[in-house]
């Protein structure tokens, strides 16, 4: 099983700040990554696949970047909607998802 | 506008059974291969299963093989799980996800989830 491990657990940050969410998988996903955004209550919602593509809706603050193991999600300037939890998800052999990265209002 | 609409959660005790439904909406049902993922109180998400476009393959996470059965009615735009000796760490909130693929590679076809259901509480308690 590959297992992904995103950093760091809780970030408080203010709005405008830009922030960078980290996530490692176990072995070589390639760029078989996604990331998701949840908010209590909602089911995850699709911001990036194939690790820097934004899905269809997504604003151009939010990025991807990386590859092989190491990734990284960047919110170049937070806005009140973007407080959330976000997971990383490897899809390149089964499905494994990190633990999860809470962003909350500093 | 494409809809997951889940159903069939509820209160079981240990050892029970429990079928889940997710009705879909708004795309060509049997060109997707869909999945079930799980979400245990305060966790995080968790692949517990998937069905390809026509039934014929299915996977799951090891620790619901045996118990778990997903299906799917091409038919309705439906996919099932059928949950048997539900134990109380399978207490989650279950969502459908709809899996979009691609090919990446020679050979090597690959999917992630882009739309997801509300999720449908199990409670699996005495």
């Known amino acids: 099983e590959i297992v992904m491990t995103q950093s760091p657990a809780t970030l408080s940050v203010s709005p405008g700040e830009r922030v960078t969410l980290s996530c490692r998988a176990s072995?070589?996903?390639?760029?078989?990554l996604a990331w998701y955004q949840q908010k209590p209550g909602q089911p995850p919602r699709l911001l990036i696949y194939?690790?820097?593509t934004r899905a269809t809706g997504i604003p151009a603050r939010f990025s991807g970047s990386g590859s092989g193991t190491e990734f990284a999600l960047t919110i170049s300037s937070l806005q009140s909607e973007d407080f959330a939890v976000y997971y990383c998800q490897q899809y390149n052999k089964w499905w494994t998802f990190g633990q999860g990265t809470k962003v909350e209002i500093k | 506008e494409v809809q997951l609409v889940g159903s069939g959660g509820g209160l079981v005790q240990p050892g029970g059974s429990l079928r889940l439904s997710c009705a879909a909406s708004g795309f060509t049902f049997n060109t997707y291969s869909m999945s079930w993922v799980r979400q245990a109180p305060g966790k995080g998400l968790e692949w517990v299963a998937n069905i390809k476009q026509d039934g014929s393959d299915k996977y799951y996470v090891d620790s619901v093989k045996g118990r778990f059965t997903i299906s799917r009615d091409n038919a309705k735009n439906s996919v099932y799980l059928q949950m048997n000796s539900l134990r109380a760490e399978d207490t989650a909130v279950y969502y459908c996800?709809?899996?979009?693929?691609?090919?990446?590679?020679?050979?090597?076809?690959?999917?992630?989830?882009?739309?997801w259901g509300q999720g449908t509480l199990v409670t699996v308690s005495s």
């Open positions: 194939g690790a820097s």
């Open positions: 996800a709809r899996a979009w693929g691609y090919y990446y590679g020679p050979g090597s076809y690959i999917e992630y989830f882009d739309y």
């Open positions: 072995q070589s996903v390639s760029s078989s």
